[in-house]
């Protein structure tokens, strides 16, 4: 089992910076696959950007992919996502997840059935 703790979410301006992390218990997350997704209210979960296990492919939504950076830190087992320039938006929660898979396909790393485990979610609101 797999327990995954998202942070760091909260309030930013237009054009300004957040990162948000994902803390694991229970596995190492440099063994799994793993992305970011996000879901506004009333809509349905978004792709942002995946990250194959022990630091391979990276994959992201084409709305963030010049803004956007996600790293792991295998030290402290988190995988983190550092957004710049924000755009503004109302309330989104960002989902960290994880597969319990030993790989997904490359075309499948953006559907978010092929995930297992699900954190709880961390709020992000953009103000403009």
């Known amino acids: 089992q797999v327990e995954l703790v998202e942070s760091g979410g909260g309030l930013v301006q237009a054009g300004g910076s957040l990162k948000l992390s994902c803390a694991a218990r229970?596995?190492?997350?440099?063994?799994?696959?793993m992305a970011w997704f996000r879901q506004a209210p009333g809509k349905e979960r978004e792709f942002v950007v995946a990250?194959?296990?022990?630091?391979?492919?990276?994959v992201y939504a084409d709305s963030v992919k010049t803004r956007f950076n996600v790293s792991r830190d295998n030290a402290k087992n988190t995988l983190n996502l550092q957004m710049n320039d924000r755009k503004p938006e109302n309330t989104v929660v960002y989902f960290c997840?994880?597969?319990?898979?030993?790989?997904?396909?490359?075309?499948?790393?953006?559907?978010?059935?092929?995930?297992?485990?699900w954190g709880q979610g961390t709020q992000v609101t953009v103000s403009s």
């Open positions: 997840t994880a597969s319990s898979l030993s790989r997904i396909m490359l075309s499948a790393l953006r559907q978010a059935h092929m995930y297992t485990y």
């Open positions: 229970g596995r190492t997350l440099r063994d799994q696959d």
């Open positions: 990250s194959r296990r022990s630091g391979g492919t990276v």
